[in-house]
């Protein structure tokens, strides 16, 4: 029960290291992630310290039982903000955006109550494949709008 975990790697193609290094690595690179908007917005700095507390605390033991992914999910934040990605999550039917920053490539994810994989298909045939996708998103001064393809 590691889909969260295979698939962010498999997205970043670090699927020669185990989940544990991976997210040893991840926990070594904590940070605020102040830069990262959410859904056009940034966090506040009671939820960016809840989110680099949640990554700080995670036990590594417990990712054989499930990760339950969050709509604003912390480690999404860290990965968006270490790898500078714009990562797009079809959570359970709704659509999230991890914004780095304009010169960012995207990840698309896609999760329901009991799975999250990593849409590899759109990640990297979106240009060819959608009219009106990711890759459209109109960048302003307040951040970017879009109208996602999932």
Not at 102 to 128: A, P, Q, R, V
Not at 130 to 150: A, C, K, L, M, R
């Amino acid at each position: 029960m590691t889909c969260f975990w295979d698939s962010i790697r498999e997205s970043l193609n670090l699927n020669l290291i185990s989940n544990e290094e991976f997210i040893n690595n991840l926990k070594n690179k904590n940070n605020l992630t102040k830069d990262i908007k959410w859904n056009n917005e940034y966090l506040n700095d009671k939820q960016l310290e809840e989110n680099y507390q949640h990554i700080k605390n995670f036990e590594i033991s417990d990712i054989y039982n499930g990760y339950d992914c969050s709509s604003c999910e912390p480690f999404l934040f860290l990965i968006a903000n270490i790898y500078k990605k714009n990562i797009y999550h079809n959570y359970n039917g709704i659509d999230i955006l991890y914004y780095k920053s304009i010169d960012s490539s995207k990840l698309s994810f896609s999760s329901n109550t009991g799975h999250f994989w990593y849409n590899k298909h759109i990640s990297n045939n979106i240009l060819n494949n959608y009219q009106n996708n990711v890759d459209d998103i109109q960048i302003t001064s307040e951040g970017p709008t879009w109208d996602p393809p999932f």
